[in-house]
């Protein structure tokens, strides 16, 4: 790899070495499978192939809530996806999400079975699925799918661009930095000036909206992310904050955020979740 300050690109480019960096061993510039890989099958209508990542987590936080509302044919068996093995370009996994990247959901209640992936179509999915987590009324409706859809669009120079370059880049790069790190607080400043005006991020009532944004601009803001509260300044969002505590708070979305968490503090890891007993079988 050539330093970034002399580096002139080539007329063609072509893969023939390591960019570096914590994820520098599953990055290729190819799609599809790599090797044949049957993934297994749990007894419960939703199967979930996954990593407890922020992208993770909104899936696993909306499947808990949907419990916790009684909706029985939301449960799930989640399997561990570890996407540092290249679990993700397993011919199996592949089938159901060609784009080889967590989560992806096989809803299986159907004959023939529904694969779904990227998170928000998984979110999407389910809630309408469930009648839950996104309104009816199409003024509301509009407002939920706007902000799940702004996390969509968003989320990448979050975690693609400012955690790249803040927490997982090989070298610290002064440039990369500034130009993610002017985009994320611009991001935060979005949220803090919405959640001023509304109590949850599409109005009165908590959405979609709400599961997907927290996993990545709530943790930022309270602590799990990149380790960069300092850095960012997270206390000037004062009004992101208040809406981070009072969403974290939630039982189902602490369930949510262990399910396929495989790092951090052993009491907050999950690594598959097949039974509601599993939380309390793995903190006992
Ligand atoms: N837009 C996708 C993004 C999913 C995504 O980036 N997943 C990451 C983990 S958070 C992944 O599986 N990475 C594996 C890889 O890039 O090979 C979604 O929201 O589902």
Redesign the pocket.
């Known amino acids: 790899m050539s330093d970034s300050a002399e580096y002139t690109p080539p007329a063609v480019w072509t893969w023939d070495s390591e960019s570096g960096g914590t994820w520098a061993k ?1 990055n290729r510039p190819i799609a599809g499978a790599t090797h044949e890989k049957t993934l297994p099958v749990g007894k419960h209508p939703m199967q979930l192939y996954s ?1 407890g ?4 987590a909104k899936v696993t936080i909306l499947l808990e809530e949907l419990l916790a509302l009684g909706h029985a044919g939301a449960e799930y068996d989640a399997f561990l996806i570890d ?1 540092s093995a290249g679990d ?1 370009f397993g011919s199996d996994f592949v089938d159901i999400n060609p784009n ?4 992806a959901l096989l809803d299986r209640s159907v004959n023939p079975p529904v694969r779904v ?4 179509s998984i979110l999407m999915y389910l809630a309408e699925k469930f009648g839950a987590f996104l309104p009816t009324a199409p003024a509301a409706r509009a407002e939920c799918l706007s902000w799940l859809f702004w996390q ?1 669009g968003s989320a990448p120079y979050l975690g693609g661009g400012f955690g790249h370059f803040y927490a997982y880049a090989p070298m610290k790069i002064e440039y990369c930095i500034n130009r993610f790190t002017m985009e994320v607080k611009r991001q935060l400043d979005v949220l803090d000036r919405n959640l001023a005006t509304r109590p949850f991020i599409a109005g009165n009532e908590y959405t979609l909206a709400d599961i997907a944004i927290f996993p990545w601009y709530g943790v930022l803001v309270t602590g799990d992310l990149y380790n960069a509260q300092e850095f960012l300044d997270v206390t000037s969002y004062r009004h992101v904050l208040r809406w981070a505590e009072q969403v974290g708070a939630r039982p189902a979305v602490k369930r949510g955020k262990r399910v396929n968490k495989v790092w951090g503090p052993a009491e907050e890891q999950l690594a598959e979740r097949h039974d509601a007993g599993d939380f309390t079988r793995a903190a006992s």
């Open positions: 599953i990593l990542t922020p992208n993770g996407i993700q080889s990247k967590i989560p992936f990227e998170s928000a969509m």
